[in-house]
């Protein structure tokens, strides 16, 4: 019987080829991730509105119906709240209707959202600017109302249905970039 005949013996450069190609495949992942951490620009930041971590403060009020208000009354909902003059002159009225708008672009999910406005002063609000922003929870409280809140009364304030503070916006927003952060909360939760 004739044996079958031995494959050449491997040369010192094949094997050498071989073991750097598989080394190769194992650390290419480990390379290609620092590369893309280290060098590929990021966007700074996801979101448009500061991002608040702490629950909401106590805040004590009473609707323009005369009944008491906290935020309890509206716990278990998205609220978008904001204070400003009775009179509603300025950034008031463009928080309103910032608040309004991006309300309404969150189409079928804005049933889960309520807008709180905290009137300070004596002055009562307007029925025209009232009839103008329906579904809008007013209420009286005094001008220090927000005083410990992080930005004072010089935000608009996101609180989650666990009565958390989340977001806090500029007064005169972006209103598609506040769109944007509400819309991408309310579709990762599942409360509220």
Known sequence: MNPSPRPPPRT???????LLLIVLIGVAPVVA?????YVWQRDARANYGTLIAQPAPALAGITLEGRPFSLADVRGRWVMLW?????????CAKAIYATRQARTMQNTEEDRVVRVWIAAGDAAPSSQLLAEHPGLLVARANADALASWPQRSNAIYLIDPLGNLVLAWPVDPDIKALAKDLSTLLRASRIG
């Open 83 to 91: 204070q400003g003059s009775g009179e509603c002159t300025g950034g």
């Open 12 to 18: 010192n450069a094949s094997t050498r080829r071989t």
């Open 33 to 37: 991730s620092y590369v893309a951490y």
